[in-house]
């Protein structure tokens, strides 16, 4: 599946699941001030991108993420009222973001408020996450006293993020940049976290990037933000419960059980059955219901 044609936009890179598009006027990337940030409806698990699509998955995402640039009181990348800016394609309306181009840092703002996943996995090994120690005797899927702030750096196309140290990322960008980037990433968390709570839904852990607006000189918020595939949410109410599937996941914890049960993780993934696309659909609309309400 190929990213689609816009009227008016060139398409210059696709992610797994997104499709980046810049004016067709602009020369290059580097030369528009506008972005066309498409979610496409592809899902991805275990580094593969599956067949088929979710149908409407691109819109719920895209929905979501506007629904939280709402909320957050920080600058974001999202274009509002703007005559100068170039029209956005009806047929990816629902699942396309405006966006103006910034000068992005190449760190991934991670913050975790609970204890899974890569960070999970460094704990095992040396007993911290990103520089940060912690307390002795966790398990996978234990809250963290206080949301911690663990970066990485976003490695070249292909590769994976690497975990880094707030040193390291001073090193990168700067003390004052650090500093910034850490300090609104937490503030966005907490604020995020009290949000989903309220509504039943556990916020553990969550990736956010940004840049610096050239027009404004302001960090800007970038990307999609909060949305599943950015983040990691549980229900409440199951994990409290604390039976085997607390860590159960808001997204693509069908998909992955399934994936898991039917292939053994070589070569190219099966096809996903109509039953496994509909209920993973139907979880990706229940957070964005339970959310935004
Ligand atoms: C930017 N990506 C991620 C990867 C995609 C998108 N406002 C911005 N200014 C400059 N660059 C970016 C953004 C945003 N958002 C985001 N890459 C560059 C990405 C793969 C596919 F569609």
């Known amino acids: 599946m190929s ?32 972005l066309l940030v498409v979610a496409s409806d592809r899902i991805s698990a275990f580094d593969h991108v599956l067949e088929p699509p979710i149908l409407g998955k691109g819109a719920l995402l895209t929905a979501l993420s506007n629904w939280w640039f709402e909320q957050l009181a920080v600058p974001n990348h999202l274009v509002g009222e703007d005559p100068a800016a170039p029209p956005v394609p009806a047929e990816v309306a629902d699942r396309a973001m ?40 966790l398990s996978d899927g234990d809250l963290l006293d206080e949301p911690i702030y663990t970066p990485a750096y976003k490695a070249p196309l292909g590769e994976h993020d690497e975990n880094i140290t707030f040193a390291r990322s001073v090193e990168l960008v700067g003390e004052q940049v650090a500093a910034e980037l850490r300090d609104t990433s937490l503030r966005i968390f907490s604020r995020a976290r009290e949000l989903a709570g309220a509504r039943g839904v556990l916020l ?90």
Not at 7 to 20: A, E, N
Not at 117 to 132: D, H, K, L, P
């Open 3 to 34: 990213a689609p044609q816009l009227l008016g936009w060139r398409h210059i890179y696709s992610g797994k699941v997104r499709d980046l598009y810049v004016p067709e006027a602009a020369t290059d990337e580097a030369h528009s001030d506008y």
């Open 98 to 137: 405006l966006t103006r181009r910034l000068e992005m840092y190449p760190i991934e703002c991670v913050v975790r408020g609970a204890l899974t996943g890569s960070g999970y996995a460094e704990y095992r090994e040396t007993g911290a996450v990103c520089g940060i120690d912690l307390p002795s005797g």
């Open 204 to 293: 553990a852990d969550t990736k956010f990037e940004f840049g610096r607006d050239p027009r404004t000189g302001a960090l800007t918020l970038a990307d999609e933000v909060l949305t599943s595939d950015s983040s990691r949410y549980w229900d409440a109410d199951v994990y409290r419960a604390g039976g085997e599937d607390r860590l159960a996941s808001f997204d693509k914890q069908i998909v992955r059980d399934w994936l898991s049960a039917n292939w053994n993780k070589q070569g190219e993934p099966p096809e996903l059955p109509p039953e496994i696309v509909a209920r993973t659909l139907e979880r990706y609309a229940e957070l964005h219901r339970r959310i935004t309400g």
